[in-house]
T-cell receptor, first 116, second 109 residues
Framework: ETGVTQTPRHLVMGMTNKKSLKCEQH?????MYWYKQSAKKPLELMFV???????ENNSVPSRFSPECPNSSHLFLHLHTLQPEDSALYLC???????????????FGAGSRLTVL | GQNIDQPTEMTATEGAIVQINCTYQ??????LFWYQQHAGEAPTFLSY??LDGLEEKGRFSSFLSRSKGYSYLLLKELQMKDSASYLC??????????WGAGTKLIIKP
């Protein structure tokens, strides 16, 4: 496979469930990102792993927990989510680190999450 | 606060030309990006501007004026497959990407 692969593509979960989203990049990139995309709203950066450093958006609730075991894999662990967390979760990677000026993001197709 | 403004939705006719505008107010500037996102798919990179002027790439061109905080994406010879959302994003002085909410472009035959 090439590019950025996200699984599952669709996930429905109750508020008491625990689930994880997975992202894998086959591009040899140095940084990986989690974004939240809600309808008619700007992309919201949740977490960045760049050159073994983690950057996070302080407004992201603790019910979202990232894990980056190596430069090719990224997980988003979900627990006790709320209905307002329903959204498309996009993973992305870039060749340059977070602070690179022209680093182009390569996105996965996203995981559509519905919280009941 | 930091802000990116772009129209919510635009409609154009197949074969025509359309210009999608993006205005920004950010803390510093380290480049502006345009991405295309088809429904249910990943956003894909279209263009990057860091200096003033026009960058042309086939049917797509992107323009930047840093003094006006303004960019546009110009799509020529529109095709049905150009129906998508177009996302404008600016890198601020801290290299954080500030995103617009996207412009949904509808192409009619």
């Amino acid at each position: 496979e090439t590019g950025v692969t996200q699984t599952p593509r669709h996930l429905v979960m109750g508020m008491t469930n625990k689930k994880s989203l997975k992202c894998e990049q086959h591009l040899g990139h140095n940084a990986m990102y989690w974004y939240k995309q809600s309808a008619k709203k700007p992309l919201e950066l949740m977490f960045v792993y760049s050159l073994e450093e983690r950057v996070e958006n302080n407004s992201v609730p603790s019910r979202f927990s990232p894990e980056c075991p190596n430069s090719s894999h990224l997980f988003l662990h979900l627990h006790t989510l709320q209905p307002e967390d329903s959204a498309l979760y996009l993973c992305a990677s870039s060749q340059g680190g977070f602070s690179s000026g022209a680093n182009v993001l390569t996105f996965g197709a996203g995981s559509r999450l519905t919280v009941l | 606060g930091q802000n990116i403004d772009q129209p919510t939705e635009m409609t154009a006719t197949e074969g025509a030309i359309v210009q999608i505008n993006c205005t920004y107010q950010t803390s510093g500037f380290n480049g502006l990006f345009w991405y295309q996102q088809h429904a249910g798919e990943a956003p894909t990179f279209l263009s990057y501007n860091v200096l003033d002027g026009l960058e042309e790439k086939g049917r797509f061109s992107s323009f930047l004026s840093r003094s006006k905080g303004y960019s546009y994406l110009l799509l020529k010879e529109l095709q049905m497959k150009d129906s998508a959302s177009y996302l404008c994003a600016v890198k601020d002085s801290n290299y954080q990407l500030i995103w617009g909410a996207g412009t949904k472009l509808i192409i009619k035959p």
